[in-house]
């Protein structure tokens, strides 16, 4: 099949300090176009949803760079221009900081799918899904079809990029979060802050920045960059909310923040406590303050679970955040064995019906992220029992 490539516009800019969106050159990101998005070699690759049982489904990539693929072309089917995407997200596979902070371009108003690369490449399973999803321009961002965020991502041949530009984590999130307020028209009052330097601790960030437009910024343990600094400035006075407890995120960067905004701890709502990021995710995914936080405690809806092992796959998931699924990210740390704690959350959302009419009832669905290597078969069926929609009257899963 012929690489079909676009006439490229002159460039446009957008002036922002920090990021810029043109119509960049052919780079070293060609898109092979030489498997058919049709062929099943090609969903394979893409870790398109295929295991399900009655009330999950599993994205069984192989890594995140297929895990976000798969998500992408799920959530956008591009069978015809309304389906598809006005622009995708591009990410460093290697930056797992730069994929959180950007999952907040994966919800309003852009709703432009994380795909991954590998530095200056595009991996197939990214280059198969641009192919597929055939992004159709976003005007909010210049006519721009990929946002390259970081300074390593390839701009895609035949594609209109543009640029989200940083060299380090802290530089990338206060670009993004620059770039997120000028899309939307104004700041938002409540920020994420997380840990740079753990991970887990910061992977459920992802899935609320999607839905709600608030920034994840990140800070060390002990201290709060410049570039974080000036984004909190810049929210004038925001509600800013840590993921993690002390040992994540230290009580003095707590009350330096304070100079910024009003201070509030995710991890001390009392529900679930536990020092551990399986306990942090439950906590976000349960807290509710004013406009911020989940606040699910009941059943009805969707979530999503990954492995603490693939910290990316958090931004591979983040498009499902919004985008009609507004599902939380739940994490295990154990491929093999559900975690205690997060069983008893399954247990107390677990979906119920009275007077023998089951259509009356809520229904719960989780989106299991990454092959049984991440999450295994016997996990997932243990989930899928402990979503299963239930009398009443009948004792829950065990």
């Given at each position: 099949m012929p690489r079909r490539t676009l006439l490229l516009a002159p460039a446009v800019a957008l002036i922002l300090s920090g990021c810029s969106l043109s119509s960049a050159p052919a780079g070293s990101g060609q898109i092979n176009a030489g498997v058919g998005s049709d062929s099943k070699d090609a969903l394979g690759q893409l870790g398109l949803p295929t295991a399900a049982t009655r009330d999950t489904t599993r994205v069984s990539g192989s890594d995140p760079v297929t895990d976000a693929a798969g998500i992408a072309t799920a959530l956008f089917p591009a069978s015809n221009r309304t389906n598809r995407p006005g622009a995708v997200t591009l990410v460093d596979k290697s930056q797992w900081q730069a994929g959180i902070a950007a999952s907040v371009l994966t919800g309003a108003p852009l709703h432009a799918p994380i795909l991954l690369s590998d530095g200056d490449t595009l991996p197939p399973a990214t280059s198969?899904?641009?192919?597929?999803?055939?992004?159709?321009?976003?005007?909010?961002?210049?006519?721009?079809?990929?946002?390259?965020?970081?300074?390593?991502?390839?701009?895609?041949?035949?594609?209109?990029?543009?640029?989200?530009?940083?060299?380090d984590p802290f530089t990338i999130a206060e670009a993004v979060d620059r770039?997120?307020?000028?899309?939307?028209?104004?700041?938002?009052?409540?920020?994420?802050?997380?840990?740079?330097?753990?991970?887990?601790?910061?992977?459920?960030?992802?899935?609320?920045?999607?839905?709600?437009?608030?920034?994840?910024?990140?800070v060390k343990k002990d201290s709060i960059p410049t570039p974080t600094k000036r984004a909190l400035v810049a929210?004038?006075?925001?509600?800013?909310?840590?993921?993690?407890?002390?040992?994540?995120?230290?009580?003095?960067?707590?009350?330096?923040?304070?100079?910024?905004?009003?201070?509030?701890r995710v991890s001390d709502d009392r529900s679930y406590r536990g020092n551990s990021p399986v306990n942090a995710a439950i906590q976000l995914a349960h807290f509710h303050q004013g406009a911020f936080g989940w606040g699910y405690a009941t059943p009805g809806r969707n979530y999503a679970l990954a492995s603490t092992s693939r910290p990316l796959d958090a931004a591979a998931a983040a498009a499902l955040g919004s985008n009609g699924v507004f599902a939380p990210l739940l994490l295990t740390d154990n491929a093999d064995k559900l975690p205690r704690v997060l069983e008893g959350y399954f247990l107390d959302v677990q979906p119920g019906y009275e007077s023998?009419?089951?259509?009356?009832?809520?229904?719960?669905?989780?989106?299991?992220?990454?092959?049984?290597?991440?999450?295994?078969?016997?996990?997932?069926?243990?989930?899928?029992?402990?979503?299963?929609?239930?009398?009443?009257?009948?004792?829950?899963?065990?």
């Open positions: 198969q899904a641009l192919n597929r999803l055939k992004p159709t321009g976003e005007s909010l961002a210049k006519g721009a079809q990929a946002i390259l965020v970081g300074d390593t991502p390839p701009a895609p041949n035949g594609v209109r990029s543009g640029a989200i530009h940083g060299s770039f997120q307020t000028a899309v939307a028209g104004k700041p938002t009052g409540d920020v994420i802050v997380a840990s740079a330097d753990s991970a887990a601790w910061a992977m459920p960030a992802a899935a609320w920045a999607a839905r709600s437009g608030d920034p994840v910024l990140f929210h004038s006075k925001p509600n800013i909310y840590l993921l993690g407890t002390a040992s994540v995120i230290s009580t003095a960067v707590e009350k330096q923040l304070a100079k910024y905004g009003t201070v509030a023998g009419d089951p259509s009356q009832g809520f229904y719960n669905r989780v989106w299991v992220i990454g092959s049984r290597d991440a999450v295994s078969t016997t996990v997932q069926a243990q989930i899928d029992k402990l979503t299963e929609l239930i009398p009443v009257d009948q004792p829950s899963a065990k």
